[in-house]
């Protein structure tokens, strides 16, 4: 049998310390190659499988109710189940360089397609809540050959966007239904009746998948231009969760509360493929995961019926358990809470160790490192607002670059520069080059966009996103401390700081706050909160919005390119008021554009034609002062 740690040739039966810099660079002694044990996630979650293969690898829960009678898959039937989804994917005429897309909510058969994709060609999942367009642009971009979605299903639109956006995709040639009947006369396949026929023993194909094949695609990016996918190998994947099983001490048979989507890194990788690899089990909250409401609803109910050892979601999820009171509940299995995917509010780290008597495990990477790059050691004392320290192997350096993003020098201890990350975690490059511009800095450090500082002992610290920051008449504030002193006041769930264009300084900093369930705020109350404990008096939001509910992406992070549009509309729409009293009929509307990032769309109803060039040179005098463009419509 092998050591403790299941995809390292070289640990014995004990994780190694690893509490000093010169412990972590003895470990990284011996070349990451020699110790890596897996290839693929193939090889990856069968090595899991291994150490115990009657174990639970999955107990799905209809609906993340801790009554619920889970639907139990031993770790020796999901590797099983993915050799047999593999090899339908073959069938189907997928090769190592096919794209398999899906679009399917957490079912166990979505795991299945995850590594079974992977093991037959190139998985790409895709996030069924977007738009049928924004889904149409990815699959195509990805030059999908197999879709795998959901059926027809109430409560549930994701067949119907199939349906919506199938003529549009060039290069499908068959679509498998999961939860539905298939029509194989018009290409589509049911997937038990399909994935029954393949045998659960071997790979048809016989592929040996060497570590440097792409295993799979994850969208990134904005909401508007062409998807980025971040092509990873199978590589880049595995070492996710050789790195967190080492730093996290991994044991097989462990449970873990899973709802993220596996469309996201910290889902697939960070959560899935770590926990499998490591044989433990995924206790799967659901089919929508942490958006069901049961699931943080009972959130203590499922830790003393499931003992897991973390409490571990997006910050947004962390934030709303500490609304649910534990009343009587054993939460004691639980010995951390972990957050990534954006920054966990100190006030909620506070929160967590203050009320729950956990240790905060604030973790950073991004898909472009394959999820988690650096996360606080174990053997160390956690620095709560800190990103802790890169894992073995990877590496971190804070720079200053040129106006062309090239490398100009590397910053001091605390100095504040941008983040950029190398290791065996990083990405080769996107899936369509033009993106790989600027992508990197030095060919192989890819450039986070993230602003950040090293302290003395080589902790990281984000001190925001550089372009999050609010410019004031050339002044750089950042979001990241106001947000801070906002989520403080007691009234307030959840804060987000834009800015909202200002004809004389470019920008000014506007707040937005979700209060918290029954609270309510005076008049004024948040900006006098903020004024008072914010000693820079340019970075005090010129006003604080209350907005309910905040906009969020599919995993939960605060979506600030739609604060900016609702902030730029209102400033716009109060510019226009001498139009408006002048009887003119005119809207505005700020949103997403392809090439310009963001416009303003004014639109004009019942003015006659004759008046309209009138009108219009009206709207440009006022408008033209911003940096935002601008366009006219007519009603």
Same mark, same amino acid.
């Given at each position: 049998?092998?050591?403790? +740690?299941a995809?390292?040739?070289?640990? *014995?039966?004990?994780?190694?310390?690893?509490?000093?810099?010169?412990?972590?660079?003895?470990?990284?002694r011996?070349?990451?190659?020699?110790?890596?044990?897996?290839?693929?996630?193939?090889?990856?979650?069968r090595?899991?499988?291994?150490?115990?293969?009657?174990?639970?690898?999955?107990?799905?829960?209809?609906? #993340?109710?801790?009554?619920?009678?889970?639907?139990?898959?031993?770790?020796?039937?999901?590797? $099983?189940?993915?050799?047999?989804?593999a090899?339908?994917? +073959?069938?189907?005429? #997928?090769?190592?360089?096919?794209?398999?897309?899906?679009?399917?909510?957490?079912?166990?058969?979505?795991?299945?397609?995850?590594?079974?994709?992977? #093991? !037959?060609?190139?998985?790409?999942?895709?996030?069924?809540l977007?738009?049928p367009h924004?889904?149409?642009?990815?699959? =195509?971009?990805a030059?999908?050959?197999?879709?795998?979605?959901?059926g027809?299903?109430?409560g549930t639109?994701?067949?119907?966007?199939?349906?919506?956006?199938?003529?549009?995709l060039?290069?499908?040639?068959?679509?498998?239904?999961?939860?539905?009947?298939?029509?194989?006369?018009?290409g589509?396949? #049911?997937?038990?009746?399909?994935?029954?026929?393949?045998? !659960?023993?071997?790979?048809?194909?016989?592929?040996?998948i060497?570590?440097?094949?792409?295993?799979?695609?994850?969208?990134?990016?904005?909401?508007?231009?062409? /998807?980025?996918?971040?092509?990873?190998?199978?590589?880049?994947?595995?070492?996710?969760a050789?790195?967190?099983?080492l730093?996290?001490r991994?044991?097989?048979?462990? @449970?873990?509360?899973?709802?993220?989507?596996?469309?996201?890194?910290g889902?697939?990788?960070?959560?899935?493929l770590?926990?499998?690899?490591?044989? *433990?089990?995924?206790?799967?909250?659901?089919?929508?995961?942490?958006?069901?409401? @049961?699931?943080?609803?009972?959130?203590?109910?499922?830790?003393e019926?499931?003992?897991?050892?973390a409490?571990?979601?997006?910050?947004?999820?962390?934030?709303?358990?500490?609304?649910?009171?534990?009343?009587?509940?054993?939460?004691s299995?639980?010995?951390?809470?972990?957050?990534?995917?954006s $920054?966990?509010p100190?006030?909620?780290?506070s929160?967590i160790?203050?009320?729950l008597?956990?240790?905060?495990? =604030?973790?950073?990477?991004?898909?472009?490192?394959?999820?988690?790059?650096?996360?606080?050691?174990?053997?160390?004392?956690?620095?709560?607002?800190?990103?802790?320290?890169?894992?073995?192997?990877?590496?971190?350096?804070?720079?200053?670059?040129?106006?062309?993003?090239?490398l100009?020098?590397?910053?001091?201890?605390?100095?504040?520069?941008?983040?950029?990350?190398?290791g065996?975690g990083?990405?080769g490059?996107?899936?369509?080059?033009?993106?790989?511009?600027? !992508?990197?800095?030095?060919?192989?450090?890819?450039?986070?966009?993230d602003?950040?500082?090293?302290?003395?002992?080589?902790?990281?610290?984000?001190?925001?996103?550089?372009?999050?920051?609010?410019?004031?008449?050339? +002044?750089?504030?950042?979001?990241?401390?106001?947000e801070?002193i906002?989520?403080?006041?007691?009234?307030?769930?959840?804060?987000?700081?834009?800015?909202?264009?200002?004809?004389?300084?470019?920008?000014?900093?506007?707040?937005?706050?979700?209060?918290?369930?029954? !609270?309510?705020?005076?008049?004024?109350?948040?900006?006098t909160?903020?004024r008072?404990?914010?000693?820079?008096?340019?970075?005090?939001?010129?006003?604080?919005? /209350?907005?309910?509910?905040?906009?969020?992406?599919?995993?939960?992070?605060?979506?600030?390119?739609?604060?900016?549009?609702?902030?730029?509309?209102?400033?716009?729409a109060?510019?226009?008021?001498?139009?408006?009293e002048?009887?003119?009929d005119?809207?505005?509307?700020?949103?997403?554009?392809?090439? +310009? *990032?963001?416009?303003?769309?004014?639109?004009?109803?019942?003015?006659?034609?004759?008046?309209?060039? =009138?009108?219009a040179?009206?709207?440009?005098?006022?408008?033209?002062?911003?940096?935002?463009?601008?366009?006219?419509?007519?009603?």
């Amino acid at each position: 049998m092998a050591g403790i +740690h299941a995809l390292d040739r070289i640990i *014995g039966e004990d994780y190694p310390e690893l509490a000093t810099d010169e412990q972590v660079r003895t470990l990284e002694r011996v070349p990451y190659a020699e110790r890596i044990a897996a290839e693929s996630t193939y090889d990856a979650i069968r090595l899991g499988a291994d150490r115990n293969p009657d174990a639970p690898a999955i107990q799905f829960l209809p609906s #993340a109710d801790p009554a619920d009678t889970p639907l139990v898959i031993s770790h020796r039937d999901f590797v $099983a189940r993915v050799t047999q989804a593999a090899n339908m994917f +073959h069938a189907l005429g #997928a090769g190592k360089d096919d794209v398999i897309s899906f679009m399917l909510p957490l079912l166990p058969d979505a795991f299945v397609t995850l590594f079974g994709a992977e #093991a !037959a060609g190139i998985a790409n999942p895709v996030n069924p809540l977007l738009e049928p367009h924004q889904i149409a642009e990815i699959l =195509e971009a990805a030059n999908t050959t197999i879709l795998v979605a959901l059926g027809p299903m109430p409560g549930t639109g994701i067949w119907q966007k199939v349906e919506q956006i199938r003529p549009s995709l060039k290069r499908l040639k068959a679509i498998v239904q999961v939860g539905g009947g298939g029509d194989p006369a018009d290409g589509i396949f #049911a997937f038990n009746d399909l994935i029954k026929q393949q045998p !659960a023993d071997r790979l048809v194909s016989g592929r040996k998948i060497p570590g440097s094949d792409i295993a799979a695609y994850f969208h990134t990016g904005g909401t508007t231009g062409t /998807p980025k996918l971040v092509r990873h190998t199978h590589a880049n994947q595995v070492y996710q969760a050789w790195g967190l099983n080492l730093l996290l001490r991994s044991k097989p048979g462990s @449970n873990l509360l899973f709802g993220m989507p596996l469309f996201h890194v910290g889902g697939s990788l960070t959560q899935v493929l770590t926990t499998l690899a490591g044989g *433990g089990c995924l206790v799967v909250l659901s089919p929508s995961g942490w958006r069901n409401p @049961n699931a943080v609803k009972n959130i203590w109910q499922l830790v003393e019926r499931y003992r897991p050892e973390a409490l571990s979601s997006v910050p947004t999820v962390l934030a709303a358990t500490l609304g649910v009171p534990p009343g009587k509940a054993d939460i004691s299995s639980l010995k951390y809470a972990a957050g990534g995917g954006s $920054a966990i509010p100190v006030a909620v780290g506070s929160a967590i160790q203050d009320k729950l008597k956990l240790p905060v495990v =604030e973790v950073y990477g991004m898909t472009e490192t394959s999820s988690v790059h650096t996360i606080a050691y174990p053997d160390r004392p956690i620095r709560l607002g800190s990103v802790g320290l890169p894992m073995p192997y990877a590496r971190v350096r804070i720079v200053k670059l040129d106006a062309e993003g090239r490398l100009e020098r590397d910053c001091a201890v605390d100095e504040i520069g941008v983040v950029i990350m190398a290791g065996p975690g990083v990405f080769g490059g996107y899936l369509n080059d033009a993106h790989n511009v600027g !992508a990197f800095v030095d060919e192989v450090w890819v450039n986070s966009g993230d602003l950040g500082r090293l302290d003395s002992d080589g902790q990281l610290w984000i001190t925001g996103r550089a372009k999050d920051l609010v410019i004031r008449g050339g +002044h750089n504030i950042d979001p990241a401390p106001i947000e801070e002193i906002m989520f403080q006041h007691p009234a307030v769930g959840f804060a987000a700081v834009v800015g909202q264009p200002d004809a004389y300084a470019g920008e000014l900093p506007v707040g937005y706050v979700q209060l918290k369930p029954g !609270a309510k705020v005076e008049p004024g109350e948040l900006e006098t909160w903020v004024r008072e404990r914010t000693p820079e008096r340019a970075a005090v939001p010129v006003q604080i919005i /209350p907005i309910d509910p905040m906009p969020v992406t599919g995993v939960g992070k605060v979506f600030k390119p739609q604060l900016r549009w609702d902030a730029a509309q209102r400033v716009f729409a109060k510019v226009l008021t001498p139009l408006t009293e002048k009887g003119i009929d005119c809207k505005v509307k700020v949103g997403a554009h392809g090439s +310009h *990032g963001s416009i303003a769309t004014v639109t004009i109803a019942g003015v006659p034609e004759g008046r309209r060039d =009138e009108v219009a040179g009206e709207v440009h005098k006022l408008l033209d002062p911003f940096v935002m463009r601008h366009e006219v419509a007519y009603a």
